[in-house]
């Protein structure tokens, strides 16, 4: 097998770097704001397009509109043109479009009609009266006494068909424009829907779960407004649900993120109270295993904490946010590190890593420094092509890390096979079989997220976005829980230990000393003298013979055969067994 090259060895490479491509996992998108802060002025109302804000909402949110604070005190008087326009969709992608040219959302301003197959819904449309900034003091003067009724979106095609499924609904078909519409449902959104006490900025109220786009028409009806004649409005737009203001998408997200912080909390109390107890027979892995279960537990609680603020407050601290992803570059850099030193059997098959340690930290610091730059630029909501740039180098990077771990972990289970060592091999075999897994789950829940998220033309299913960011988290701990379990402190920690290799003819003759003494200066009868050629070559062959007898195969043994076909690892090999003659 040390011998195979060509065509064969090319296309398992290949095939195995297609692989591992897909444990970086897709990059998560930036949180939805729950408020914000609009600053109108004479230069900003001469651009044709609305101002537009998008969430996706539970239902019977509120939606609010509050001027905050106003200058306008100049002459002629500033009258101006109010109106906004509220529209779901049942399509994601129709609300949250990534290449949405800069007049997207002005098309939908007060259109009527389904623009995208599947984007069924409806909307809202409210015209305010002329709007005095000059001389009206009333703050609220948005507010409204009763909620506007919505109405249907027509459809494009007349022909019934059937609907993308949607969640707590069975499949139905549309009605035709000709036919008549439905009556409202229990949840309100009727003409004599009841005024709104408790909320006095309220303009709006959604009608069922799902995303949303809020469009703010403000135009200056004076056209000629001489240049020094500069006003300015600044205006709090804030979306308000059943759980304050955190979107109905990223709701799942944060009670994710609280789950895995109490785990992770437990797992911590845990591996410090085995460390305690056996403190003596730490082994150096154990502790990196243990900086990476602090790390991810600070991870998560960071994220938590940046959610609670976006549920309460309605906006992320940039610091906060920021800091989150550079703790998590932090975390995933080394968790990469502690998986290849394991793999490189460092403290149990090395005593030290030597010129690849070296060779570790570089990588490390690399893979460091292209998460942060990633997750940086993504946070910051840059081009979209930038973070794309961004994020190349990285995937490559992680590929090319994984494909190290398992030529590692191929190398070196074949060492502890040469030297018959049984419970190291069962350790790292455990090991090799967790790392296949994540793959195989990997590459499956790609082309699940491929087909029903990037290619899916509408997204109906928006309520399991959070799945593809949580997926990728979940499964890493997954992986670490699996390391914890086969590293554990344990009484039995020094067989995992390293030990150098004992020559078994001189430990037997230790064993032994009274018989050798004993039959000292006679001559043993039937003992036949052989020369030390065929004795070596003969020990050769009964300790391949026993590893192939006593050593089961494996996942991992039909998995990475084709990746011990370097010359390195041959001279390794050879090595080893000149080291067991």
Known sequence: MAGSTGPGRSMSAALLALLLAGVTGPASAVSEQGTWMLTVDSESVKSPNPFFFTKTLFNNSIISLKVVSQNCSV??????????????????????????????????????????????????????????????????????????????????????????KTPGRRRRRRRSPDLPKPKPNASGNSSKQAAVFPHSDAVAQTWEDGPYMFLLSIEDLNKNRPADAAWSLQMRISMKGPHDYISASEWPLMVFYMVMCIVYVLLAVLWLVLSACYWRDLLRIQFWIGGVIFLGMLEKAVYYAEYQSLRYEGFSVQGAVVFAEVLSAVKRTLARVLVIIASLGYGIVKPRLGALMHRVVGVGLLYLIFSVIEGILRVNAADADVVLLAAIPLALLDSALCWWIFVSLAQTMKLLKLRRNVVKLSLYRHFTNTLIFAVIASVIFIVWATKTITLSVCQADWRELWINDAFWRFLFSTILLVIMFLWRPSANNQRYAFSPLVDEDSEEEEKEPMMNEAFEGMKMRGAKAETNGSAKAGKVDEDLKWVEENIPSSMADVALPPLLDSDEEIVTTKFEMSKME
């Open 75 to 164: 002459s002629p008087p500033v009258l101006l043109k109010v109106s906004w326009y509220l529209r779901n969709s049942h399509c994601y992608k129709e609300i949250f479009n990534r290449d949405a040219k800069p007049n997207y959302f002005k098309n939908y301003f007060k259109s009527e009609e389904v623009q995208l197959k599947g984007g069924s819904g409806y909307f809202v449309f409210h015209e305010y009266p002329t709007f005095d900034c000059s001389s009206d003091k009333n703050l609220d003067v948005f507010s409204v006494e009763k909620f506007d009724q919505k109405k249907h979106l027509k459809e494009i095609q007349q022909t019934a068909t059937v609907t993308e």
